[in-house]
């Protein structure tokens, strides 16, 4: 596969470049290594594709997983909890998962446990390859890559996602880069506060 345009938020690629050069013609080489035309496997069912063969999202992520982890990049997890106490749910900020849970139930308040989960990490960079539902996008850059950056456990946040012409011979609801890119550009220039790197594929 080809990277087909990038988006810096934050000064993220810039960030990457200088700072991470070797990490950054890894991820380059792992889009690169990636076969499409091998993952061309689905059969559509949908009325205006039908019988055509599509991508299929589940080989795509397939092959992406598989050359990340040989060049070890791994799964990170950060457990928490919440509360349905704003006010509380302000002051257990920043504190480990324990002092979230004494802290609320200090304050007669029910501590629910949650996590938050990202695919690959690697160098303090988080990494999400994003073939899945549109909506799946905002929550990778609004909550995963904001969520670890709060918490210091990351310095850069990473989305791969298709370019419209390699949705267009996918089943509907994947996400592009065109329509993530403009999403992401009418929150504001510092929002959400965490240097990204948005980068569009096709093949």
Same mark, same amino acid.
């Given at each position: 596969?080809?990277?087909v345009q990038t988006y810096s938020h934050l000064n993220g690629l810039e960030f990457i470049q200088f700072r991470l050069p070797a990490l950054w013609q890894e991820i380059v080489s792992v889009i690169e290594d990636v076969d499409a035309e091998e993952c061309r /496997?689905?059969?559509?069912? @949908?009325?205006? %594709? #039908?019988?055509?063969? $599509?991508?299929?999202?589940i080989d795509l992520n397939k092959k992406f997983k598989e050359r990340l982890e040989d060049l070890e990049w791994k799964e990170s997890r950060t457990?928490?909890?919440? /509360? =349905?106490? *704003?006010? $509380? =749910?302000?002051? /257990? !900020? &920043?504190?480990? =998962?324990?002092e979230q849970k004494k802290l609320i139930e200090e304050k007669g308040e029910e501590a629910l446990p949650t996590y938050n989960q990202t695919d690959f990490v690697k160098n303090r960079v988080a990494l999400e390859v #994003? +073939? &899945? %539902?549109? +909506?799946?996008? *905002?929550?990778?850059l609004f909550v995963k890559h904001m *969520?670890? +950056?709060? *918490?210091? #456990?990351?310095? !850069?946040?990473? @989305?791969i996602l298709p370019m419209k012409e390699l949705t267009n011979k996918m089943s509907s609801g994947v996400p592009y880069?065109?329509?993530?890119?403009y999403n992401l550009i009418r929150q504001g220039r510092n929002t959400p506060a965490v240097p990204l790197v948005i980068i569009g594929i096709a093949p």
């Open positions: 596969m080809r990277i /496997t689905k059969i559509s069912r @949908e009325r205006n %594709k #039908q019988g055509e063969i $599509l991508y299929s999202p457990n928490y909890y919440v /509360t =349905a106490n *704003a006010e $509380l =749910a302000r002051e /257990t !900020l &920043g504190k480990s =998962a324990r #994003q +073939f &899945g %539902k549109y +909506f799946s996008v *905002a929550y990778d *969520a670890f +950056f709060v *918490a210091d #456990q990351i310095d !850069l946040g990473i @989305e880069y065109e329509g993530e890119i």
